[in-house]
């Protein structure tokens, strides 16, 4: 119930191209999702997040699309640039138990984007 | 705005020794989160501080525990060492406990247990 499922671990595109990175998720208490980008020797950083009652939102190159009923959530990068090679974490949040909201997140994407 | 800061950046121990990491939150926020990465397991949810109280703590054995203080700076340990708690160990803070407000990381410190 707790959750994220993301695909694919590894990615590899052409400078140019389309990234697109796929998450999942179980429990409906989820009610926030982010996506965080992580340069090696860095902590992670919020780079796009969207809630259920939309279906997709889009910042610059980075688009999130959601389908609440699959229970389902994408990050497509287009334009891909080699700036854009790091590891890439979809999460899910919800108010916990101790009236918290906690993050869940997947298990992270590697991306290469080749010049 | 300085960021989150953590310290020490690197530390190497051995089995059977204990740890203390610090983590001090971007200036107003009160919620402390901690994260263990490895890559086997990913992200993973340590414990999460707001107003110097445990709101909630993830799925690790008593050995793990942590502390906030009243200038929301947070501390946590590691007692017993293993190998297996070999990790980058991430910080987070944010305004509030409840609402969207962004979590914003620490660059972790990198424990090596030997």
């Known amino acids: 119930q707790q959750q994220v499922k993301q695909s694919p671990q590894s990615l590899i595109v052409q400078k140019g191209g389309i990234s697109i990175i796929n998450c999942a998720y179980e429990?409906?208490?989820?009610?926030?999702f982010p996506w965080y980008q992580q340069f090696p020797g860095k902590g992670p950083a919020l780079l796009i997040a969207?809630?259920?009652?939309?279906s997709e939102k889009k910042e610059g190159r980075f688009t999130i699309s959601f389908n609440k009923s699959a229970k389902q959530f994408s990050l497509h990068i287009m334009d891909s640039q080699p700036g854009d090679s790091a590891t890439y974490f979809c999460?899910?949040?919800?108010?916990?138990?101790?009236?918290?909201?906690?993050?869940?997140f997947g298990s992270g994407t590697q991306l290469t984007v080749l010049p | 705005k300085a960021g989150v800061t953590q310290t020490p950046r690197y530390l190497i121990k051995t089995r059977g020794q204990q740890v203390t990491l610090s983590c001090s939150p971007i200036?107003?926020?009160?919620?402390v989160s901690w994260y263990q990465q490895t890559p086997g397991q990913g992200l993973q949810f340590l414990f999460e501080?707001?107003?110097?109280?445990?709101?909630n703590k993830g799925n690790f054995p008593g050995r793990f525990s942590g502390r906030q203080f009243s200038n929301s700076r947070s501390e946590m340990n590691v007692s017993t060492l293993e190998l297996g708690d070999s990790a980058l160990y991430l910080c987070?803070?944010?305004?509030?406990?409840?609402?969207?407000?962004?979590?914003?990381f620490g660059p972790g410190t990198r424990l090596t247990v030997l």
């Open positions: 501080y707001f107003s110097e109280t445990q709101r």
């Open positions: 987070a803070s944010s305004l509030r406990q409840v609402s969207y407000n962004e979590q914003f």
């Open positions: 969207i809630r259920p009652d939309v």
């Open positions: 200036s107003g926020h009160r919620s």
């Open positions: 999460a899910a949040s919800r108010i916990n138990s101790g009236s918290a909201r906690q993050l869940t």
């Open positions: 429990n409906t208490a989820f009610d926030y």
